[in-house]
T-cell receptor, first 113, second 115 residues
Framework: AQSVTQLGSHVSVSEGALVLLRCNYS??????LFWYVQYPNQGLQLLLK??????LVKGINGFEAEFKKSETSFHLTKPSAHMSDAAEYFC???????????FGKGTLLTVNP | DAGITQSPRHKVTETGTPVTLRCHQT?????MYWYRQDPGHGLRLIHY???????DKGEVSDGYSVSRSKTEDFLLTLESATSSQTSVYFC??????????????FGPGTRLTVL
């Protein structure tokens, strides 16, 4: 079985501040990990993903995430928030051979001017 | 952007009526998925397809059926819509199974309201 927990359903930051969105996962097999972003009234768009290799993954729009196996975490960060980053962010996990992608419940990011 | 369209984009219907949502892709991807998105629940898998006429249930499949007669089209049917099926429905596609490293690409969604 696999699951995803996103800590904080709503995160609010000031423009220019650090963005940190937390994701913890459980998986009985080595995981593949994803972060998706959803802008209002749109579908989900891939931000970044971890499959194998380097544990620090860089994505689009200046976001990055680090896979920490010992902590079962895959937190998403961005050094300086921009107004255009306001959206809902979803962490997801899949595992080899179980043919399933499991999503967290999402974190709504608000960026204040 | 991946070539995925969903129709209709918005629909209001009444309890007890049948509803069919369509997902169309131009990417020739083998795998297609239907999810529903509800506040506080994230995305939950309804059904998925791993080829023409090959489908399987997801975690919230009760009250839904699917069909895939062509690679490019994946239909989701609510046989008798209920108010609990009011939701936003997303179609997704991928080249390989969801358990692998390949990305799932999402359509724009269909907002369904059942009165």
């Amino acid at each position: 079985a696999q699951s995803v927990t996103q800590l904080g359903s709503h995160v609010s930051v000031s423009e220019g501040a650090l963005v940190l969105l937390r994701c913890n996962y459980s998986s009985s097999v080595p995981p593949y990990l994803f972060w998706y972003v959803q802008y209002p009234n749109q579908g989900l768009q891939l931000l970044l993903k971890y499959t194998t290799g380097a544990t620090l993954v860089k994505g689009i729009n200046g976001f990055e995430a680090e896979f920490k196996k010992s902590e079962t975490s895959f937190h998403l960060t961005k050094p300086s928030a921009h107004m255009s980053d306001a959206a809902e962010y979803f962490c997801a996990v899949s595992g080899v051979s179980n043919y399933k992608l499991t999503f967290g419940k999402g974190t709504l990011l608000t960026v204040n001017p | 952007d991946a070539g995925i369209t969903q129709s209709p984009r918005h629909k209001v219907t009444e309890t007890g009526t049948p509803v069919t949502l369509r997902c169309h892709q131009t990417e020739n991807h083998r795998y297609m998925y239907w999810y529903r998105q509800d506040p506080g629940h994230g995305l939950r898998l309804i059904h998925y397809s791993y080829g023409v006429k090959d489908t399987d249930k997801g975690e919230v499949s009760d009250g839904y059926s699917v069909s895939r007669s062509k690679t490019e089209d994946f239909l989701l049917t609510l046989e008798s819509a209920t108010s609990s099926q009011t939701s936003v429905y997303f179609c997704a596609i991928s080249e390989s199974p969801a358990g692998g490293p390949d990305t799932q690409y999402f359509g724009p969604g269909t907002r369904l309201t059942v009165l």
